[in-house]
């Protein structure tokens, strides 16, 4: 598998945050 866990990890966590804030 690709290292795509991390920047999909890492997207999915800024977009939380834009959505929680």
Same mark, same amino acid.
């Given at each position: 598998f690709? @290292? @795509?866990c991390d920047?999909?990890?890492q997207l999915?966590? @800024?977009l939380l945050e834009h *959505? *929680?804030?």
């Open positions: 690709p @290292r @795509r920047l999909d990890g999915q966590a @800024r *959505m *929680m804030t």
